[in-house]
């Protein structure tokens, strides 16, 4: 009986091994957290600062970072000075390049709204005044839909004059 045990139990474990896929490079993303974003704007180049993130670097591991949003995570810093409709542009210098981008544009008094990307550039708006950002951006799988590899969420702060 502790034989015929012993069989099924190797048998189970040989094809329960079988089964599983292996992880795949897609999967893989190097570095132990996500890239640096550059802003460049007329008045030079600007680092934008990482704030939430999930990054999965290799082998089933991972990390989730939180931190706050745009307003309470730029509070206190110089903002990027720039022009009425000057063009922004995001820079990163990774690959892979994320899959999915976002940005989301909020004023002083809280009002926010979604900015159209062209790529990885967008115009400031008309109106002078001072514009919190979150630039987001998704490396989602290539074998599995809806699964994220990675994200990582960045705020910078622009001072329109």
């Given at each position: 009986m502790k034989k015929v045990i012993l069989i099924f139990t190797?048998?189970?474990?040989?094809?329960?091994?079988?089964?599983?896929?292996?992880?795949?490079?897609?999967?893989t993303l190097s570095g132990s957290e996500p890239p640096?974003?550059?802003?460049?704007?007329?008045?030079?180049?600007?680092?934008a600062e990482l704030g939430t993130?999930?990054?999965s670097h290799g082998k089933g591991s991972g990390m989730c970072v939180d931190a706050a949003g745009a307003i309470d995570s730029m509070a206190g810093?110089?903002?990027i000075q720039a022009?009425?409709?000057?063009?922004?542009?995001?820079?990163m210098d990774y690959?892979?390049?994320?899959?999915?981008?976002?940005?989301?544009?909020?004023?002083?008094?809280?009002?926010?709204t979604e900015v159209t990307l062209d790529g990885w550039e967008f115009k400031t708006p008309d109106a002078p005044g001072l514009y919190y950002y979150d630039f987001s951006a998704?490396?989602?799988?290539?074998?599995e839909e809806d699964v994220s590899?990675?994200?990582?969420?960045?705020?910078f702060l622009i001072q329109v004059q």
């Open positions: 190797l048998v189970s474990a040989l094809l329960t091994a079988g089964c599983q896929q292996p992880f795949s490079d897609s999967r640096p974003v550059q802003v460049e704007t007329d008045s030079g180049q600007h680092d993130y999930c990054w810093q110089p903002p022009a009425p409709g000057e063009t922004v542009r995001l820079l690959e892979p390049k994320p899959t999915n981008l976002t940005l989301r544009q909020t004023t002083s008094d809280r009002q926010e998704w490396w989602m799988d290539e074998d590899n990675g994200d990582a969420h960045y705020s």
